[in-house]
């Protein structure tokens, strides 16, 4: 993403009962103009209230930022640049 002048954060989900947590920390400590929530949690149908907790702390502490969705890291780029 650096290389494509972003200026990415990594929020790794550690913990499915802290996930929507964490994320809300994040994007309450700084603004972002796009948030991209990964494969590896939108796919997983074992993980779809992460998702959704994820999805409704975005709307709530980045009301304003894009959402995008990858289809794995390879595509990660595309998918910021979609709404970037």
Same mark, same amino acid.
């Given at each position: 993403m650096s290389e494509l002048g972003y200026e990415a954060r990594l929020a790794f989900i550690q913990s499915a009962d802290t996930a929507a947590a964490d994320v809300a920390a994040m994007l309450k400590s700084e603004s972002f103009d796009v948030v991209m929530i990964g494969a590896g949690v939108r796919k997983d149908d074992e993980h779809f209230l992460v998702l959704e907790g994820? #999805?409704?702390? #975005?709307h709530e502490h980045a009301p304003h930022a894009q959402m995008a969705f990858n289809t794995g890291p390879m595509d990660s780029a595309a998918a910021v640049q979609r709404w970037a």
């Open positions: 994820l #999805v409704n702390a #975005v």
